[in-house]
């Protein structure tokens, strides 16, 4: 009897699972789902190019190249004995220097109309078409494009891309003596290109009002970073932009539409999306079409994010508040294999600072923030964005992974000089600061935006050897 009870009770022992036995079959099954759910996640992708084969590309790996920049302070400029008496001069720093206007290295953040590229410049036959982030860039005509804090629409109809943004040729002066730094509206730029390199100034397609001074496109106002949508079901082209007067105290969303890519637009109306204030912004369409409006709000401190009605024509009553307490401004979002990526920047008026990269699942958020995108340069390059400041995200067609990144390396001293910096943007690789960690496997890719002095987007022949 008692031999079988011991037998009954060792087989019984050894059936139960001890409680370390349990946890180590739970935290296998989870870690076997999460490997599935990442595998699939990074891997499952559009059939058209292999991301195993593009990845180790020699087109895409030339775009991660690491570039270093070395620039020197330059040494301090000379002063009379009675001058240093009279206020002694302090270290000044690189982002000091690059607003300086009468800096000695200015030549380096904004180099002149020598070092101009674009289609009239170089040889005819160079079909290399090299960008030069900060470099001016001219059109077809030679003259250097105004389409600042910018955005692309790709146009099905016609297959072409163009380029709506501010167009700011003229002068710069202060609003009053302790305001910002402004051009009068002259309205919205728009250039046409098959190849995203080649631009053809399609003239000014939104433009400034003259002479009612009620109106929100007085040119004693603020238009800022517009963007354009199409809506199929309506035949219509719409563009969203920042409406604002002088003081930035308006800060409300103007809407604008057009049957043509080419425009003329007619404005609409502006208003405060949801009731509320709305400074920054951008528009975005999904694969399913339903478009949305984010911007920053509640003095920039958030930003609201929501989707517009069917024709694209205003806000439906429904807005998530993201990033919330984080104050960042000049948004610009885009999607990869089913995940919403966005990269913004912090709010400093037209001086540089860091920009950060964003991930999402839904749209509507909840967002997570990924960390600095920018690799390369060297650290005050990469906690600058590179001396400027996003505006739009480009997905490369056939090219899974890889997009372009737009942003605008502002010149306070003349706005209209500001320039332009397109550089590769790549996903792929683990986060640095993946906030959302489940067992130790990041939950996001990194974004990565690499500073290149001159690159080129691969040709069509290199896209189909990838
Ligand atoms: C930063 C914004 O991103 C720009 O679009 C512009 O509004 C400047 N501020 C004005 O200081």
New binding site residues.
């Given amino acids: 009897m008692r031999t079988m009870k011991n037998k009954y009770n060792k087989r019984a022992a050894s059936l139960r699972c001890s409680p370390f036995t349990l946890v180590s079959a739970v935290v296998g099954c989870v870690f076997m789902i999460h490997l599935t759910m990442l595998y699939s996640r990074r891997y499952s992708v559009d059939l058209e190019v292999s991301p195993q084969l593009l990845i180790h590309h020699p087109i895409v790996r030339e775009l991660e190249r690491v570039e270093e920049e070395n620039i020197h302070m330059p040494p301090p400029r000379k002063r009379s004995p009675r001058a240093i008496k009279r206020k002694p001069k302090r270290p000044t720093t690189l982002v000091e220097e690059f607003l300086d206007e009468n800096s000695q290295i200015r030549h380096l953040f904004f180099p002149d109309m020598k070092s101009a590229y674009g289609p009239t410049k170089g040889e005819v036959n160079d079909t290399s078409h090299y960008y030069f982030p900060g470099r001016i860039w001219t059109d077809t005509e030679g003259n250097p494009i105004q389409a600042h ?1 910018g955005g692309i629409l790709y146009d099905d109809i016609s297959k072409v891309y163009y380029w709506y943004g501010e167009y700011k040729d003229g002068p710069t002066y202060l609003s009053h003596k302790k305001g ?3 051009v009068d509206i002259i309205g919205v730029g728009c250039y046409s290109s098959k190849d995203l390199w080649t631009w053809k100034n399609e003239g000014v397609v939104l433009a400034a009002e003259e002479t009612d001074e009620t109106h929100d496109l007085h040119t004693s106002n ?1 238009l ?2 517009p963007k354009v949508i199409y809506n199929s079901d309506t035949g219509k082209y719409v563009m969203w932009m ?1 409406i ?1 007067d002088a003081n ?1 105290t308006k800060a409300s969303v103007g809407v604008a539409i057009s049957d043509n890519p080419t425009g003329p637009f007619n404005y609409l109306y502006s208003k405060s999306p949801h009731g509320f204030d709305s ?2 912004m951008t528009v975005f369409k999904d694969d399913d079409n339903i478009a949305y409006l984010i911007y920053s709000s509640e003095d920039n401190s958030v930003l609201h994010i929501g989707p517009l009605t069917k024709n694209y024509l205003d806000v439906e009553p429904v807005m998530k508040r993201i990033m919330v307490g984080q104050h960042r ?2 948004p610009a979002i885009f999607k990869h294999q089913n995940t919403y990526y966005m990269i913004t ?1 912090g ?4 001086a540089p600072n860091e920009a950060l990269a964003h991930a999402a699942e839904s749209i509507m958020g909840p967002w997570e923030t990924l960390g600095n995108p920018c690799v390369g340069g060297n650290s005050i390059f990469r906690s600058t964005t590179f001396f400027a ?1 996003s ?1 739009f995200v480009i997905p490369l067609p056939g090219v899974p992974g890889v997009f372009i990144f737009m942003a ?1 390396r ?1 010149n ?1 001293a003349d706005l209209r000089d500001s320039r332009y910096l397109w550089l590769p943007l790549i996903i792929g690789g683990p986060a640095d600061h993946p906030l959302e960690y489940n067992f130790g496997f990041p939950m996001w890719s990194r974004v990565s935006v690499y500073w290149h002095r001159q690159w080129r987007l691969p040709s069509a022949k290199e896209k189909k050897i990838a």
């Fill in positions: 804090g910002a730094a402004r603020v800022e970073r920042h604002d930035y400074r920054d401004e000049a920047s709010c400093t008026g037209w400041q505006t605008d502002w306070p």
